[in-house]
Structure formats: C-alpha cells, structure tokens
C-alpha cells in the first residue's frame, strides 16, 4: 500500500507541476495588474473593443462551421449507411483524408487556387476575378468546414447504424411519410450523439490557428487564436492580453463541454437488444444512389481534389510567373530540401527529433500512469482526468500557460528557449493520447490473467515485463506513432517557442509561403503529407491486424 500511495502522490505532483500549474498561471496572469489582484483593471484590458470583435468573430465562426461541417457531413451519414455505396467502406478512408491533412496546407492549397492569376484564372482565364470573392467569410468557414467535416460523418454514420430497422419498418407500416419518421425517429435518436460531435467541433473551431492565420489574417478577420498568437509572439510581446484571452477561451470552452454534457445524458437511448438497419434490406430508388454518387464526387473535388492539385502543381513549377504552362515543371525544388545546408532539411531533421522524442516521453509517462492507476478507483478517475485536460483545452492556451510559467523559473531551471522545451511542451499536449490508448488496452486484460501470475509467487515487476506489457504493447506502439505524427507537423506551438533560428516542418513551409518562396515551401508540405499519410496508412493495417 505504501508503493501504490508513493506512486500516486508522484503521479500527482508531475500533473500538478506540468499541467495543473500552467493553466493556473494563465488566469493568474489574467488578473494580477503590477504584482496586484485586480478584476476591475483585467476586466477592462479583456472586454477592450478590440478584444470584444474577436469574442464575437471567435463565436461567429464556430457557429458558421457547425452549419456548414452539419450540412456537408449529414447526406454523408445517409449515404454511408443507407445507400448501396456503403458497401465501399475505401470511401470512407478517402474522406478521412481531409481531416487527417494539417489544415494550414490545406488553406494554402485553397489560396494558391483562388488568389490573383492563381491556378483557377489561369485555368478559366474568361472567368476574370470571380476566383477571389474566395477571401471572404465564406470561404474562411468553407475551409474549415472541409477540414473537419468527417469528424461529424463518423459521428452520424455510428449512430444511424445502431438505429434498429425494426422502428423504421413499424412507423412505415403504421403510413407514416418519410419526412415524418425522420422527424419522429431518426433525429430524436441521434441528437445525443450530435451534440458531441456539434460542441467538439465548435471547440475545435474556437481552437484551430492554421486556417485563420493563413486566411483569416488575409481579409481581416481575427479570432481567439491569431490574437493571442500575435500577442505572444509580435513585438511588444504581452502576455497579460494573451493570458487574458486564453482565459475567455477556456472558460467557453468549459462552458461548452458542460452543456454537452448535459444534452448527452438527456438524449441517451439505449437500443441494445434491437435489429440493427441492413444495407441489403435497403430498397430506395437506384436514383437515391446516382444522386449520392454524384455528392460524393462534388465533395471529393472541393475537399481533396482543389487543395491537392493546388499544393503539387506549385511545387512542380519552375517560374510562378509562367504558371502552368508547358516546360515550366521542374523538380529541383524537392531538391531544394536534401540539399546538404539546406534550412529545409535541418527542419525535417528536428522535426523527425522532436516527434520521436515526444512519442518516447509520452510512451513511457502515460504507460506508466495507467498502469499505475489500474484498478484504483477514485485515484484513477481524478488523476487520469487531470492527465487528458491537454485534450479538452485549446493547445495554444497550454503554449502560453507554459511560456509564463517556465519563463519565471528559468533562473532556477534554464530550460524555457531551447530544443528541450519543445519536447516538453508537445509532451504536455498529446499525452492524452498515450493515456487513452493504453487505458483502452488494459481494460481489456482479464483480471484472473494477472491473479494468475500472482498465484505463481510473479513480483509486480516480472509481471508487467511478461504478461502486462506484451498485451499492451500494440496500443502503445500505436499511441506513439500517433503522436510522432501530431508533433512532426505541429504549427501552433512552433511558431511560438521555436528557439532563434530553429525551424520545423510547419514552421518552414508557413515561412516559405508568407516570404514568397511557395514553390518550395509546397514541395515541403507535399513531403509532410506523404510522410503523415504513410504512417497513417501503417497505423490503419496495424489496428485492422490487431481486431482480426
């Protein structure tokens, strides 16, 4: 008892210390005015005109997006579901391509396409300047909803399956309309589940920095994100407006996954026990499936198709000026990248170092936080909650909660400004996934296997080395990959702690892009994608082995 107690209170202080004590830092930086308490004085610099703009700018988007990603993913739902393209389940690995590309490449991808001359007026020259109404509200929230559109799909696709086709058949026997069964059956039975993936996606809208750095900052728009960006990295640097901000965000943030919450536990049905629908019992006109392969096609071409053709074109041609004309392809500018003093290589490399060692801490701390907490109950349940807090807060509030903090303690612990610093602040964001992996692992380990080592005269120890650890094993390896993949193309954090001089991936082709080297910079964001992809694809087959 004494180990398990020592093991938790060590547990406790590191979450205290890396992750408790930084978002604290934050709202106490919000507050104290010259060494002072003062909610009158912070009040007045957080509700300032310009701060009260991005407040309504920050919740406009995310509400634009929750409609449009709505109105993208649904007939989606259907269509995976319902219709006889569902049997294609390669669909739906192609729509999870969106999501899985950094959305900064994507909104670049969108703006060499739509900009000035850019590639569709040099496609459809007799168009004139209709490509540029592009930068507009619409076209910010259009962007973003292309990203995150499968997120709800998934969502959707989950719940309308699990309705029994028993309920249907019976409202459709009785003579009720197609409109009404939807309204009487089918969207009572999925708005629990809708409402995580609408309050999840709202957050995640309030949190992104790519697409609104790249084009929101392009028409003016500023939101929660690009301010405290710009108040944390531009000088003269002010980190009282940026904890200020962070603080408005959390808390809305908080807000929001309360009234999930709370929508979820009034709209659960529990259907276990009934008939699940059938794709072959669906009988609907073979015009319901033109039309959905018709959607499918439409929804490729915008969300994939546009941002990728824009993205390799550029990267392929030689003199911008020339645009796509034949012999104006080149590739040197991949070249360009493995040169031997080439800043693009150096990037690659501390990327590669910065990923892999994320995904080593985070390995090792969140195996062996779970492991730890394994069937301990109410320790388990507030500690392991403490460790995903990283997940539920917006990454760039953590960022600044640890520049704060580590800044004021570098007397004592030189480590804010360098390379180790990094690593510690990617570890500190995607821990979670480590601890959610692996929490999944365990609980599927019998207890009479590890009451069987026990029985033997096993120490803990030899236990975890020969039972415990080889189960666990493939979540683990999956959660690292995972997290070697966030953290290589990682933009928010890096352009905001990235030592002097020091570059990732992100952070060179963002530079490239605004410094009007594109045609190298999209050639790295190719690269990002191919190596991301790739390992996605690995992971995919690895978990796909592992259920069979």
Known sequence: M?????????ILLLLLFFIVTPLVTVFLRAIIIDGRLNFS???????????????????????LVVIMATLIATPLGFIFTKSRLAKHKW????????FMTPPYILSMGWILFCQKRGLFQQLFPSTGNFSEKFFSLFGLVMVMSLHIFPFITNILKNSIGNISANLDESAKISG???????????FPLLTGNYAIGVLLVFIKT????????????RIGFLVFTTDIHRYASVAPIDFGKAASLSSILVVICMIMRMAQNRITEKNTYNLLGQKSARI??????????ILSAIYLLILIIFSIGIPYFSIIATSLINLRGYGLQKGNFTTKHYIELFENRSAAKRALLTSFGLGIGTAIICAIIGTYIVVTLYKQGK????LENIAILPEMIPSIVFVIGLMIFWNKIYNIVPLYNTLGFMVLVYSVMYLPFTIQ?????????????????KISGASNGYIFRKITLPLIAPSISSAAMMTFIISFRELVASSIISPPNVLTVSTFITSEFNQGSVSVGMAMAVICVLITTTLLIVLNVVQNKKRK
Do not use: C
Not at 379 to 382: G, N, P, Q
């Open 2 to 10: 004494k180990k398990i107690k020592s093991s938790n209170y060590l």
């Open 41 to 63: 004085q912070a009040a007045n610099i957080i509700f300032t005109s310009d701060n009260i703009v991005t407040i309504k700018n920050s919740l406009l988007l995310g509400i």
């Open 91 to 98: 669909l739906e690995i192609v729509f999870m391509i969106p």
């Open 176 to 186: 009720a309309s197609l409109a009404y069964r939807l309204k009487k059956i089918v």
């Open 206 to 217: 309030l949190s992104e920095y790519g697409t609104p750095a790249t084009i929101g900052r």
């Open 280 to 289: 072959k019992d669906m009988n609907h006109p073979i015009i319901f499936d």
């Open 379 to 382: 320790w388990r349940k507030y």
């Open 437 to 453: 992996y692996v929490s999944s692992a365990m609980m599927q380990i019998g207890d009479n296997i590890l009451q069987a080592g």
